[in-house]
């Protein structure tokens, strides 16, 4: 069973960074696909950013391209989020979650596609 941390979150102006993190234990993680989810008030949980554990390979939702930066150091079994130029409306909060280790992940950017699931950290931007 993987178990999945997530640190970093808190409250930024409007232009801010923020670097999330995501500490894995529990299986091996280094081997499997990780992303980040957010999830805004009265709003669903929406994919944000995954990355790849073979190549590195990484995909973003449109509306974070070229501000955010999914990360990963498999040394440590962590993956991060670099969030820079922050908006109100990235206000959510997001979780950290990974794909079952052996299991095939087709790009698929959906909440069901991710087997594990961290408990999340708020990020609130100001205006």
């Known amino acids: 069973q993987v178990q999945l941390v997530e640190s970093g979150g808190g409250l930024v102006q409007a232009g801010g960074s923020l670097r999330l993190s995501c500490a894995a234990s529990?299986?091996?993680?280094?081997?499997?696909?990780m992303g980040w989810f957010r999830q805004a008030p009265e709003k669903d949980r929406e994919f944000v950013a995954a990355?790849?554990?073979?190549?590195?390979?990484?995909y973003y939702t449109d509306s974070v391209k070229g501000r955010f930066t999914i990360g990963r150091d498999n040394t440590k079994n962590t993956v991060y989020l670099q969030m820079n130029s922050l908006k109100p409306e990235d206000t959510a909060v997001y979780s950290c979650?990974?794909?079952?280790?052996?299991?095939?992940?087709?790009?698929?950017?959906?909440?069901?596609?991710?087997?594990?699931w961290g408990q999340g950290t708020l990020v609130t931007v100001s205006s």
């Open positions: 990355i790849s554990w073979s190549r590195g390979l990484t």
């Open positions: 979650a990974a794909v079952k280790p052996g299991k095939a992940w087709a790009q698929d950017r959906s909440v069901a596609s991710f087997d594990y």
């Open positions: 529990g299986g091996t993680v280094s081997t499997t696909v």
